[in-house]
């Protein structure tokens, strides 16, 4: 079970159940266990009109329960906020304050600016349609967590604009009346149009047309049809791999590297997986293997420190990544460290000797560390569509890779093209990106960006 610490520090950031921390960990097949953040099966789609009035009453119990968690948390932060100001006055006493301005401790003050802790919202259709997603996934109300909420609010609010230009048209074309072939040929555009791609296109529209000569099929049947059908090709690659869920493996080095073109979201993404694993429990180490620009190693050390990471780095200019990778591997090794994320420059796909740059990292990692669990992970930035197809192809060649993560879904309206690096390059998506902010990362959940692709309201 992965991810667990995270799913940890969920609970017992609610003090209510702080007290029941222990006996939920150790009871390993709990329900709660069972349907953490970063995994579940699905068992069944949100649009199932029987259940919309249990669903309201289910989620206002919910917003309720976190409603009440969060005054407690808020009047003990108050609390705490009223003691630490008291130490800094005494401290101020004895320390003079331009001692307080070195380096270290200006990252510290940043970091603690910039992970704020996710707030709930007002009750609305957003929270509603959350809790839906989470119940379709197998949770109770007494087991969803405001960070939870909270992302699927940021993922559903970043899928806004693949969303118009997707779901309006289908809806309108799906309208009331059982599917009709012509209906069908429409829904080949709009998928086209959101940059699914032609192989996932043809895949989805073969298996309707199929069903459709099989029997009479209405909308609603229809969009939970289709539904079912993105799901299984998004996971597909996932499954083929054997781990539906990307974590580090405990008890021995596992090394992350970050790959890709210039600008898509490497180096953030980097920060934000650190966070994650680090709220999860495990110890982490960054290799500044950016060594193409000096800001580079600057911007990864800001993220490291946020989430009170080290940074391995080269002080030389231009130095070669790999003796930074090298250095790092030593580091992580005296330190048992159980994850290595390594930072990379952008590179053209097409600029042959960047690329063998990255297969010299590679072999650097297999004489050092053999026993390492390697990802090579693509980031891709959703917003260039099939082009970023085109640098998953590239990559999957010439850097090994063995996923893909996408960012900057907020904002773009090309969200389908996560359909087209399933189905036409076959790798599995490990993560997606939608926001800058620390928190605006998860691991992928077909379910879940499904739902909120094609969320009605
Ligand atoms: N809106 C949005 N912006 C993002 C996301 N991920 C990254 N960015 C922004 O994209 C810009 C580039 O991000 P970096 O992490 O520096 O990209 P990079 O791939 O490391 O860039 P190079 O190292 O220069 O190749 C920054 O302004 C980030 O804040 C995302 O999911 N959403
Ligand atoms: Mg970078």
Redesign the pocket.
């Known amino acids: 079970m992965g991810y667990d610490e995270l799913s940890r520090q969920n609970i017992s950031s609610s003090p209510d159940v702080e007290l029941k921390e222990e006996s939920t960990i150790n009871k390993k097949e709990s329900a709660h266990d069972n349907n953490e953040i970063f995994s579940k099966p699905l068992t069944k789609t949100v649009d199932n009109q029987d259940d919309k009035e249990d669903s309201l009453e289910w989620a206002k119990e919910a917003y309720a329960r976190l409603k009440a968690q969060q005054d407690l948390k808020s009047k003990e932060q108050d609390k705490q906020i009223a003691t630490t100001k008291v130490e800094e006055i005494k401290r101020d006493d004895i320390q003079e304050k331009s001692q307080l301005i070195e380096s270290d401790q200006f990252f510290s003050n940043q970091s603690s600016k910039v992970v704020e802790e996710p707030k709930l919202g007002n009750f609305d259709d957003a929270f509603t349609w959350s809790t839906e997603v989470l119940a379709a996934q197998g949770r109770t109300k007494d087991e969803i967590s405001l960070e939870e909420i909270d992302w699927l609010g940021r993922l559903r609010r970043?899928l806004e604009k693949s969303r118009q230009n997707f779901v309006t048209g289908l809806l309108e074309k799906l309208g009331d009346d059982p599917l009709t072939p012509e209906v069908v040929d429409d829904l080949e555009t709009l998928l086209l149009r959101a940059d699914a791609g032609v192989t996932a296109t043809d895949q989805i529209l073969e298996a309707l047309r199929r069903r459709l000569n099989e029997q009479v099929v209405d909308a609603s049947e229809g969009l939970r049809f289709l539904k079912e059908k993105l799901c299984d090709l998004l996971d597909k690659p996932i499954k083929t791999t054997g781990n539906d869920l990307l974590i580090p493996e405990k008890g021995c080095l596992n090394i992350w590297l970050?790959v890709?073109?210039?600008?898509?979201?490497?180096?953030?993404?980097?920060?934000k997986v650190a966070n994650l694993a680090v709220r999860s429990g495990y110890s982490a180490l960054i290799a500044a293997a950016?060594t193409?620009?000096a800001a580079?190693v600057q911007?990864v050390k800001i993220w490291g420190d946020r989430s009170g990471i080290p940074v391995i780095a080269n002080a030389s200019s231009n130095a070669d990544p790999a003796a930074v990778v090298f250095d790092a591997i030593g580091a992580a090794q005296a330190k048992g460290v159980d994850l290595l994320l390594v930072?990379?420059?952008?590179?053209l796909q097409t600029k042959h000797n960047l690329m063998e740059e990255l297969q010299k990292v590679r072999r650097i990692i297999e004489k050092l560390a053999p026993d390492a669990r390697v990802e090579s992970l693509l980031?891709l930035?959703s917003s260039q569509g099939q082009n970023g197809l085109r640098q998953a192809m590239a990559f999957a060649k010439s850097a090994s890779l063995t996923g893909v993560v996408i960012?900057?879904?907020?904002?773009t309206s090309r969200g389908g093209v996560a359909l087209a690096v399933a189905s036409e390059a076959n790798l599995p998506i490990r993560f997606i990106?939608?926001?800058?902010g620390i928190r605006?990362?998860r691991p992928f959940k077909s379910f879940e960006f499904v739902e909120a692709l094609l969320a009605k309201r």
């Not at 960012?407 to 904002?411: A, H, N």
């Open positions: 970043g970050f890709g073109v210039n600008g898509v979201g490497k180096t953030t993404t980097l920060g950016d193409f620009r580079a911007q930072d990379t420059a952008g590179r980031v930035d960012t900057k879904l907020d904002g990106g939608a926001g800058e605006d990362l």
